[in-house]
Each structure stands twice: as C-alpha cells, then as structure tokens.
C-alpha cells in the first residue's frame, strides 16, 4: 500500500522534479527578401538567364527538411513552379550571404533541373520532401509547370550521403487526372528502419491538393493505389482565409498530412477540421483497387480547430503542431485530450515569423533531441500581389521541443512505468 503510494507520489513528481527546460523561443535559422539563386559554374547561370529561366521574383519556397550527417547538416527548400522564371525547384541553402537573403544551390545540382518539363527524366516541380531515418530524401514533383501538366507525377528517392537518385517512380495515369490533381505533400512511414531493419518496407503517403485524394505507394510492391473520402474535400465556409489582415481565397483540400505511427491525420486547408484514419486501412491495397471509395467508416473526425491552418507536423510524444491563420498562432494538440479549442494549446510565437506556414517538420537533432523547423512565405502577399523585395518575406524557422516534450512524457512511456505498480 505505501510501496504504491510512493511510487506514484514519485511518477506524479518526476517531470518537473528531474528536468526542467525552460521555455524555447523560435530562433530564424535563415530569411529572404526574394530567392537568390546561385549556380555551380557560370555556363549554368548563363543558360538560366538566356533562356528566361531566372526570374528571382517569381519564387515561393514552400517547404523545408533539414538532415544531419557526419560531414555536417544541411538544410533543404522546394520552390515549385508554380509560374516560369523558377530556374531549380529544389535546393539546399548554402552557407553563402548576398544581400536578399543566403545563397541557394540546386539539388542534387543544376543538370537535374533545367528540362522545364521537356524530359520527365529530369525534376519540373519538386513540391515537399520527407527526409527519413535511413538516409533518403522522398521528393513528390507534381509534374505540372504553371497549368500545364508536362509530365506524369512522380516521387523521387536520393540517398543523402552519396547524393544521387535511389529510386524512381512514375505514377500511373489511374492515380491522378492531369491538371485537376496536384501531388503536393508526400510523408513517408519506414516499417523497418535502422538500426536492426534495412530501410526496404515503406509507405509513402501523398496528399492530392485538388482533387481530394490520397496516393499510397507500397515500396515492396513497388506500386501505388489511391483513396478517396468526402473528408478529403475543401469546405467551401472556410475557403476564405485572412492571414495579418490580407484576405485571399484558397479552395484547397488535402493538404497536410502526419502521422503517429499508427493513425494518418489530415485536413484540408479549407478547413478547421482535423480527420484520421488507420494506417492499415490505407495500407490495404486489395480494397483500394476494388473501391477507390471504400471503408468510409474508418475515417473520423477528430475534431476542430479556432482557424485554418496549413501545415502540420507530429512529434514522437504523439503533439500535433500547425498554425494557425488568423489570429496566427503555433498551436499543439495531444490526441490523448479532446480536438477542440480548449485544448489547443498555444506555444508562444512571434506571429511575424509565421504568416503563412507552408512546410513544417519534426527533425531529431545530433544530441537526439527534436527540434520543430518551419518554413513561413506569406502567401497572402503572394495571393494578392502585395508581395515587395523591401521586406522579408520568407523564413526558415526551427523551435526545439524539450521544454514541450518535459513536461508531456511520451505516452507509451508513461503506460509501461505504470505497470509496476
Ligand atoms: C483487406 O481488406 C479485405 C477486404 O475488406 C479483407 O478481406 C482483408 O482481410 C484485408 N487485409 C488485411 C491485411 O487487413
């Protein structure tokens, strides 16, 4: 009886008794008044601006994976095509400063990116990336320059430390309708990773932005299947966003996608809901290519939110981030509590660094710890054409997360210490 007392006198007294963090501000890790573009030799300059390829002012960055390795880390950007002018679309950030911001170089370098969607060999518009634990970086490029579709979609795989192609794979013209589809966010979850397992049994999951879909690609099988749900559809009452008192209409659906493992959750960005389903329902493949609308009692609400949000990332202690719009706040959410407001909990955060969250990771650090890094482009300048090299306009922002992650043990954690009870 006193043995058990103590013991949870104990439990109830270890996060604050043992570590105390104190609380983390965002730090800016990088920051641009407009993209500056470098070159590897002069000749790849040449051929960007000759052919009208280097147009700094047409550039977005919209998402941001860091990666750690023995020969240092590195911080990598995409900047889809969204018009022509953009001459790479995805780049690490090199450690060089001009007066708009530090200086870009293409991934892995130039000769992958100057096709314009002439060769579908090549990279026409890198949109997210994921960066796993075994080394890969998976890259969904969409396919689709301005609205032209010049090629299939396709998810590249690089190994990061020798910094060439792994894998390809091209999808099917049954996984998307060319134009109306935009393959936008891939996240990816390794069944076998290091140390034990070889990086050989993954899913990777890929959020179709405009016509309410999800791409499952099975790299045993080495094929991919696609699901619909009426929940991966925009809401038309939160179609209209303000973001630091701009107004803009964005009718975006499947857009933002994490995972604990276990549940995928999503939103569509026109709208304040959060929605999950099973992984293994997803991972069905037999059930897809029966009925691409099939188990539609799997998919839930798990709740809402005070504001639509565009990005989202989950750590290991299962806390869900985004920000949101308006007012712009960090928030985080536990599945272990109810999704509503009450229990949106804020993180405070300069609302200045984060007008428009477009890219947002959990990344582990060398010291194992995990950092949340973001990547802000004030979309409602870029939206209504306000947008002026005057100002900073895109950042690149990281948060550790130990003062968070103190005070909420991992749940699985906590469950196990229970049982000696
Ligand atoms: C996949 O779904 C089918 C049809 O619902 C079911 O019979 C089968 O057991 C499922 N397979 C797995 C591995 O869950």
Known sequence: MWTRFLILLLLALTPQAIISVKQRDLETVYQWKQLVYGFATPADRQHAQSNGYLVPENGTPIDVATHQQAKGSRVFVTIPRFQTGIPYTLAVVSDSNEA????????????YHNAHGRDCNKITSAFRV???????????????????????????????????LYHRYRFESSMYVPIASLLITPLVVVQDPPPKGRCRRLHVYIADVTHHGLVIY???????????????????????????????????GMFALATDQRQLYFHPLASISE???????????????????????????????????????????????????????LIRWNPSKPYNVKYEIEVPADPQLLEFVSGMKVFKNDAGKEELWMISNRYQKVATGTLTDSE??????????????????????????????
């Not at 708009?100 to 000769?111: A, C, K, T």
Request: with cysteine; charged share 20%; net charge negative.
């Open 130 to 164: 994921a960066i796993t634990e075994c080394n890969q970086m998976f890259v969904i490029d969409s396919g689709v320059i301005g609205m032209t579709q010049h090629c299939p979609p396709q998810l590249l795989v690089f190994d990061l430390n020798t910094d060439t």
């Open 275 to 329: 929605y999950a389903v099973p992984l293994s329902v997803l991972n069905n493949r037999t059930m897809w290519m029966d009925n691409l609308e099939a188990m539609p009692e799997a998919f839930r609400l798990v709740g809402r939110r005070s504001s639509e949000c565009a990005a989202q990332a989950m750590d290991s202690h299962r806390n869900l981030y985004c920000v949101t719009f308006n007012p712009i706040k």
């Open 218 to 252: 099975d790299s045993e099988l080495n094929t991919a299947w696609r699901a619909e749900n009426k929940f991966m559809y925009p809401d038309p009452d939160h179609g209209q966003h303000t973001i630091a008192g701009a107004n803009f209409i964005l009718m975006d």
């Open 392 to 421: 900073v306009n895109f950042r690149v922002v990281r948060r550790p997360l130990d003062d968070i992650q103190s005070q909420h043990p991992p749940i699985q954690d906590l469950s196990q210490r229970l049982i000696f009870t």
């Open 100 to 111: 708009n911001g530090p200086v870009l170089q293409p991934y892995p370098d130039y000769s």
